[in-house]
């Protein structure tokens, strides 16, 4: 094993501290990455507070990450040392399912690795994530960045981009569609910028005032600051496509009633485990309307998202902050305080 530095959490409830970890060596499929950057997710938060139950400590999050090859296995594709790379959520599965070989791997029928807070495969120790400095990956897991160009606001897209493209490709985003999405953060924000980079109309459901402007800037044409779910239904039979990325309990039946008939509300935001959505079946029949679930992307989706914000020059808007600074950034995630992404500095460690 390899000696590494890591940030994390030791024990539930404490705050973030410097960690000495470890990294497999680098077998023959595999890459070594030294991390340039690392986006902190809603996830993140979610996982190091135990929200969904199933949290192992000491935990080291991060899965929205970007760097520098610097070593590679003799099977490592054709990666070369040097390349700039991205790792989002996954770290492994099985290769052979019936998903992982149609490129869903986050639905491997054996085990998907996570990329941190889970098990390692090979090395049957808990995985690591991004706050550090290096790891080690299967190099089917690794994304190409065809850029060395803001590489900062490219770390976001390994996971709230892709969450945000696949649904928005699966659902027909596009010219002709209209789009909400509801909540402007990390995930919204980058839901915004690809649905209308597909050609979509949006409009940005908020609860925050001082989003307004931002959503348009954006790409909305229109954005809704909802204090009640009246303003939210004044937009009845509006919608193709929801992207519903809120954090937290919320009344789902006001935003089936906005879509269109044959319309769809894909839930992607994870509230804590004990939360329950109550349906209205009329809501949803009445204009055979769908209620979706979706879960990050595969490893092709992931790399072409990488390719179309690349492509068209999308980046997350950031903050980028030093490893001190975690806590902080965690407690402004929880006040709704942050445009739009924080993104860490891994220099900085
Ligand atoms: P984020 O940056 O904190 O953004 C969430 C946004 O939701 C906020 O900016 C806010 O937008 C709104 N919001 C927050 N708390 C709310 C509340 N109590 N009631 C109503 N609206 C609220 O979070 P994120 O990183 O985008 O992640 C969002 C959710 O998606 C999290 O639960 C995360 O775990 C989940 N997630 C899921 C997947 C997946 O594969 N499905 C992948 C990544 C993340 P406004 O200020 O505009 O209202
Ligand atoms: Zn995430």
Redesign the pocket.
Known sequence: MIKAKGFGVKSHGETFKPLEIERREVGENDVMIQILYCGI???D??QVRNDWGGSSYPIVPGHEIVGKITAVGKYSRDLKVGDYVGVG?MVDSCGECQSCKSGYEQQCDKETVWTYNSVDSLTGKTTFGGYSDIITVNSRFVIRIGTDKDLAGIAPIL??GV?TYSPLKKFGAGPGKHVAV???????HMAVKLARAMGAEVT?????ES?QDDARRLGASRSIVYHNKEDIRKSGYSFDIIVD??????DINTLISTLKPNGTLV?????ERSVKYSLSPPILMDSNRAIA????GGIPETQAVIDFCVKNNIRSDIELISFSYLDKAYER?MN?D?K??FVIDNSTI
């Open positions: 997710c809603h996830s938060v979610h959520c996971c709230a969450t509801v909540g402007l953060g990390g995930l919204g940005v459901l908020t609860s925050s989003k990325t809120i954090p937290a309990n919320h839930l992607v935001g994870l509230p679930g979706s879960n990050i995630i709704n942050v739009y992404r």
